[in-house]
Each structure stands twice: as C-alpha cells, then as structure tokens.
C-alpha cells in the first residue's frame, strides 16, 4: 500500500512500524494591542492517543510503498482532530497570545502522515540481558519500548503472528 511517510533513513534489518499522525496549516485573525494580525499556524495530531501540539514547519514528506501489517490504525477521525486543533488554538491565543477578542480561525489544509519507528534489541553493558528500544529515525534518539504503549502493544502482536 502506498503511504504518505516523513521522509528519513531507516536502519536495516529492524522492525519498522509507521505511526499514524495528523497535520494542519490554520489561519488564525487576531487582535492584539496594536491592531489586527493574521498568522499561519502548523498543528500536529496523534492518529492513536489525540495529542496536539503547535509545530513550527512541516518536514519533508515521501509517498512510500508500505506493508499493511506495518502501518498501525487510526483511531482519532479528522473531524475530531480539527475540533481538537479548533480548541487548541481559540485557548492559545485568549490564553498565551492574550487576544483581545476571541481569534477567528480558518482551516487551509490537512493530511495525513505516517512516521516510521524501529525497534531494536541491544544487549545491556552488564550481564546476557538484552533491552528492547524504541529507534526514532527522524531525531535519532533510543528510548525504551515500554514508554510507548500503542508501539509495544503493536509490535507484540505481530511478533506473535509471525
């Protein structure tokens, strides 16, 4: 199946799922103390867990040929995603912006992306035991699987199946 991936260098050999996330450009009409401003804000989503947050550019995205049983399943629908993003900014600029009148907020666009994470298994410094750690390839940082549920939980299943 072709997906739309962040577009980064994966390590081969690994165990790759890819994340479902949301992206959004808004344009936010406020008011501030020396008049009106226009801006353009990038949101991004959790397709699993609908978490948000402000981000300050896309990255580079590729269309990939992906396996199915890789990809993990949305679970957040986009319309609950823009109400979601919708709140986040209308409280941001009252709140953190200090808008003097409520923003009006308009939604240009949104898509879907999948990021790809690996996971590796390293042996530990002391002792056979070895440590199952999440890969991010975009940031290059190890963590631990275990802090990342909806990866282990996935991950566990397919390990299962095959």
């Not at 986009?78 to 912006?97: A, G």
């Amino acid at each position: 199946m072709k997906v739309n991936t962040i577009k980064v260098n994966t390590k081969k050999g690994l165990f790759t799922c890819y994340y479902p996330k949301y992206y959004a450009e808004w344009i936010v009409k406020f008011r501030t103390v020396f008049g009106y401003r226009r801006e353009k804000i990038l949101t991004l989503g959790d397709g699993v867990a609908n978490q948000l947050g402000i981000i300050e550019s896309l990255p580079d995205c590729e269309i990939k040929e992906v396996n199915n049983e890789n990809l993990i399943a949305y679970q957040i629908h986009s319309e609950e995603f823009q109400t979601n993003c919708y709140d986040k900014l209308r409280k941001y600029f009252i709140y953190k912006r200090r808008s003097w009148q409520v923003p009006e907020i308009e939604l240009l666009s949104e898509f879907m992306v999948y990021v790809p994470y690996q996971i590796e298994s390293k042996k530990k410094l002391l002792g056979d035991k070895t440590e199952t750690l999440l890969y991010e390839p975009i940031s290059k940082h190890y963590d631990k699987l275990k802090n990342y549920k909806v990866i282990q939980n996935f991950y566990m299943e397919r390990r299962d199946i095959s």
